[in-house]
């Protein structure tokens, strides 16, 4: 018996080929096809890609098919692995590459992807003897009952959810090989990933994860990034951190869809479209299935995360089939936000987990917030939490099966789904689409069950019900402008009666027109819009000044907390930039009245006149108020469990100080009604915090050096490195805290750079006003003698907050400021946010900001940081110049020639990623100097050239023009060139060069007499 084959080879088509070309079989008596059972044959490592393979046993004898005995071969695909039958491969036939054949394949079948560019990398092959005694099976004669064939089991798919927390186990140790491991152990063939980095920071060595992962575990990916920064240095990759998908299974179409997120970058963010929810649609053998991962807002407030599953349910309603959703949802099973996503989807755990299921923390599980999300026509049979340290979540899998689904079906969902998606956004709709949405449902309802199982009609139901808010609409308007009081009788539009016009005039514009024509009193509205637009000159109490809308909004409810009922934020174009006010005045005399009401209040503010319309003025959106004991009970459900408190942040502080405050006002009654669980949840809570809070008076933690070597790594500019020993020349003094002040000088100053207001010879370390401001210019902050008073005044400064008294005599603001009702009450530096600056994240970001990097800073020895310091010297001393000028050459040249003289250690400080100062300050100063050589050569090249004239010479040669012309232009640096034009009538050219610049001119030569 012989085995003989031929294979099909990219760019070759079938081989082995005779020279004519034509026959393709191997000669079956060539000796060198025989191969023993168990063996396998393959391309071993050559280039050219072996596609497929067919194979027959022939009789040496008869050259047929020899008879008794069968071989069976299975080939190995790049990519799928070993067509075996398992859960993980499948074997690729020729005709229908994505077809599964899990068993072995026979004589002359022909295995692998012909035509397809997926590489045979090996072939296994067995030879058997056929059973004895194996009846034939009879022919199916016409009219014979056809015996039932059972129909194929769909095969079982392991879907996993890992928050990979950017490859930092439990350890906090970076290892993404141990990430690897995991996914690859625990058999997964489609994987949802969560905090994953792209080149994003030293966190996770600058690594593509994505990529390094889909190369380790031989896996399809797709990357939905969240963030796509700039790199730290100019040619590197941009920076992203996001999502990712990994696949068995080819990835045939992609998109990173949009999401309401509130950004981590921005300091005053708000909630807006951003990318990271990316979906996948994957081949799985010839069945499609949409998946998706995602990770909502991490916040107390469960505003944001309402909002993504509102985009993520609209996104799904865009298209039929079946769909898994995983990630991290940031929430209980329980809460409110995500019962819509439980409507449309399956929880795989509740189906198919036995536990509670816990995924974090890892040290301490105990909240179940990863999951695994499935849609109608999958069948979950099993769900597992995987017990690893390689992440602080543990990952689930979860074991699926996806059901067949016909086209027909298929096509009929997808065409109700295009009705749907083709339906206006629920905001924009109106009473115009009724027809067009009552179409759409009675679409969906013509559908069967299996048809509407593909479908997810939430924005249809969504759509319904705004038709249906809409409906009695027309009545609600002529209701909202007949509850306005007589126009004329309304001497000053407040902020209640500013939101009532606003109210109605959006109920008014969300009328389709022919509801419209229904309001007949819209004649009272205009006249209330007509006074509001009608432009005067105020004179407004402005409390401070916000860029953002939200932040502006935020200080307005915090000024109207205080019984300032009329205040408001006011836009300024001109500026980008918003007014918050107290409230407006007619008189000047009558503002001031306002700002001495401010200052009692304890906050400061200035009177400025300016001229806008009523119009104009914005309010936050006015709430009806819950009564105190549900507010507090919403408050402390919104708050994370103690034990998941790691550092403060300054939204969950207000939220516990404002819950205090409200229990403390209830009445004993009242109390008695409160779940005692969640007064306990507070005070730990409140003990939480108390514990984590920074104590403005202790006793140093960090050394001089460390504070210095820290303000090197942060780009500071010489004089604030220099005063760091006052700073801490204080403490013994004080017993206030040297690092917390020296942070909050690096705030205040931008490391003594002095970019704001304040200037560098006022020796004003800390933004310390006078005592009678009028604004926030350069005039409205205080000078000190020297740079000594200027820290003491600092440290007197905040010796009012924590009852300090001061040293020597205070500076005039001190005695303004002691008098606040607050005075010697602020221990901790995380309280300083309201007061110190309006700001309640102020105190919070001198912790997280500054003071935590001061303790991570390693500190250079004293002879390390003379010579650093030398250099930061030299440096800044360039910086300091109004103008750099060529006298300055040298100085910038010994600047760059003592830096490149630092060892590698000093020039990564000076050059760290948090601190671009040093390096473009020495550039731009050599930049400078290059363009004023630049200049001065053009121009002495231009002054040289007018110096060239016509020569009259005893002996009229090229050398004897070129000293003449040297003589003339009187200057060695200048080369000169002579060229000759025509001798005969005297004519020459002069060519001068100076570095770059260079000027030519034509002149006359004639020999003396």
């Known amino acids: 018996m012989l085995l003989v084959y031929r294979a099909h080879v990219q760019t070759k088509g079938d081989l082995p080929k005779e020279k004519d070309g034509n026959h393709t079989w191997k000669d079956p008596k060539d000796g060198s096809l025989w191969l023993k059972a168990d063996k396998y044959l393959g391309t071993k490592g050559q280039a050219k890609r072996l596609e497929g393979i067919q194979m027959r046993l022939i009789n040496t004898h008869t050259n047929d098919d020899y008879k008794g005995y069968k071989i069976e071969y299975q080939v190995h695909m790049q990519k799928y692995g070993w067509g075996v039958d398992n859960k993980n491969h499948a074997l690729k036939l020729a005709g229908d590459p994505q077809a599964n054949v899990g068993v072995w394949k026979s004589n002359g079948d022909f295995a692998g992807t012909k035509g397809e560019s997926r590489r045979v990398e090996a072939i296994n092959i067995r030879i058997l003897k056929e059973k004895e005694g194996t009846k034939p099976v009879p022919p199916v004669e016409p009219g014979d009952p056809v015996p039932p064939v059972a129909p194929e089991e769909p095969e079982t798919i392991r879907i996993m959810n890992y928050n990979i927390r950017t490859g930092i186990g439990i350890d906090n140790k970076y290892d993404l090989k141990r990430t690897a491991q995991v996914i690859r152990e625990s058999g997964a063939d489609i994987v949802g990933l969560t905090e994953v980095d792209v080149n994003f920071s030293d966190r996770s060595n600058f690594d593509d994860q994505v990529a390094i992962l889909s190369e380790e575990l031989d896996m399809y990916s797709f990357y939905g990034h969240i963030y796509d920064l700039d790199p730290l240095e100019e040619g590197k990759p941009r920076r992203k951190y996001g999502m990712a998908i990994l696949s068995k299974y080819p990835i045939i179409a992609t998109t990173n869809h949009e999401i309401t997120r509130l950004s981590t970058q921005d300091k005053d963010p708000t909630p807006a479209p951003m990318p990271g929810f990316p979906e996948a649609k994957i081949d799985v053998n010839g069945k499609m299935l949409y998946f998706y991962v995602t990770h909502l807002d991490y916040r107390g407030d469960p505003m944001v995360r309402e909002m993504q599953v509102d985009d993520t349910l609209n996104i799904y309603s865009k298209i039929a089939g079946p769909k898994i959703l995983v990630g991290d949802l940031n929430a209980l099973p329980g809460a409110p936000e995500l019962a819509p996503l439980f409507e449309y989807l399956n929880d795989s755990w509740v189906l198919a987990g036995e536990g509670e299921g816990y995924t974090f ?357 010489q004089r604030f490195i220099d005063i760091a020993p006052i700073y801490w020349e204080f403490n013994e003094a004080t017993g206030i805290c040297s690092e917390i002040l020296y942070g909050q000088s690096a705030k205040e100053t931008n490391f003594g750079k002095y970019t704001g207001a304040v200037k560098p010879h006022m020796n004003n370390w800390a933004g310390i006003k006078i005592a009678d401001p009028t604004g926030d210019k350069t005039e409205d902050h205080e000078t000190f003698e020297t740079p000594w008073d200027g820290v003491r005044g600092h440290f007197n400064h905040v010796g009012i907050y924590c009852g300090v008294e001061p040293i020597g005599e205070p500076h005039p603001r001190w005695y303004r400021t002691s008098q606040a009702e607050w005075a010697g009450t602020i221990k901790y530096t995380e309280d300083l946010g309201g007061l110190w600056a309006p700001n309640p994240d102020y105190g919070i970001s001198i912790v997280r900001d500054y003071l935590k990097d001061i303790y991570n800073t390693e500190a250079l020895d004293e002879d390390e940081f003379e010579i650093a310091k030398a250099v930061v010297d030299k440096i800044c001393a360039l910086a300091d110049k109004a103008e750099i000028t060529l006298d300055d050459k040298v100085e910038v040249e010994e600047a760059r020639a003592a830096f490149e003289a630092l060892d590698k250690k000093l020039q990564d400080l000076l050059l760290a990623p948090v601190n671009k100062y040093y390096e473009n300050t020495l550039k731009e100063a050599e930049a400078k100097i290059e363009e004023l050589e630049k200049a001065a050569d053009d121009q002495a090249i231009k002054d040289a050239i007018a110096k060239v004239v016509d020569l009259e010479l005893e002996e009229v040669t090229e050398e004897n023009i070129k000293l003449v012309v040297e003589e003339l232009i009187e200057n060695e640096n200048i080369a000169v060139t002579i060229e000759v034009l025509d001798a005969d009538k005297g004519t020459y050219r002069v060519d001068l060069r100076k570095g770059e610049a260079t000027a030519s001119k034509e002149i006359m030569v004639t020999k003396k007499e």
């Open 361 to 717: 923390p890892v040290d301490k599980p105990s909240k179940r917030i990863d999951y695994i999300l499935t849609s109608p026509k999958i069948e979950v049979v099993n769900a597992e939490v995987i017990d690893t340290d390689a992440s602080d979540h543990f990952p689930v899998i979860a074991d699926i099966k996806l059901q067949e689904i016909k086209e027909e079906d298929l096509a009929s969902a997808q065409s109700v789904v295009d009705l749907i998606a083709g339906l206006p956004k629920i905001e924009d709709i109106t009473l115009e689409h009724k027809e067009e949405v009552d179409r759409a449902r009675k679409k969906y309802n013509n559908l069967t069950d299996d048809q509407k199982a593909l479908i997810i009609d939430y924005k249809l139901k969504r759509a319904e019900e705004k038709i249906e808010e809409l409906k009695g609409d027309a009545q609600n308007v002529i209701d909202l402008i007949d509850e306005l009081p007589d126009p004329t009788e309304v001497e000053k539009i407040d902020a209640r009666l500013n939101k009532a016009i606003t109210d109605a005039r959006k109920a008014y514009d969300a009328l389709s027109d022919k509801a419209k024509e229904l309001v007949t009193n819209i004649g009272k509205l205009e006249e209330f819009e007509e006074m509001m637009r009608e432009v005067k000159h105020w004179y407004c109490v402005r409390y401070t000044i916000n860029g953002a809308k939200s932040a502006a909004l935020n200080n307005v409810q915090k000024l109207i907390d205080k019984g300032f009922e009329n205040a408001f934020a006011l836009y300024d174009s001109s500026k980008d930039w918003h007014w918050v006010v107290t409230d407006k005045f007619a008189t000047k005399e009558e503002a001031d009245g306002g700002l001495a009401e401010l200052e009692l209040a304890g906050f400061g503010g200035v009177v400025a006149g300016k001229e806008f319309a009523a119009i104009d003025e914005l309010r936050p959106v006015i709430v009806e108020p819950k009564p105190p004991e549900e507010e507090f009970v919403d408050i402390v459900n919104s708050l994370p469990d103690p034990e998941n408190i790691t550092e403060i942040i300054a939204e969950e502080k207000l939220k516990v100080e404002n819950a205090r405050k409200l229990y403390d006002g209830l009445s004993d009654e009242l109390k008695a009604t409160i779940p005692t669980e969640l007064v306990e949840k507070l005070e730990a809570v409140e003990a939480r915090i108390q514990e984590l809070k920074t104590p403005l008076q202790s006793e140093n933690k960090a050394t001089l050096l460390q504070a210095q070597t820290w303000a090197i790594k942060r780009g500071a500019h």
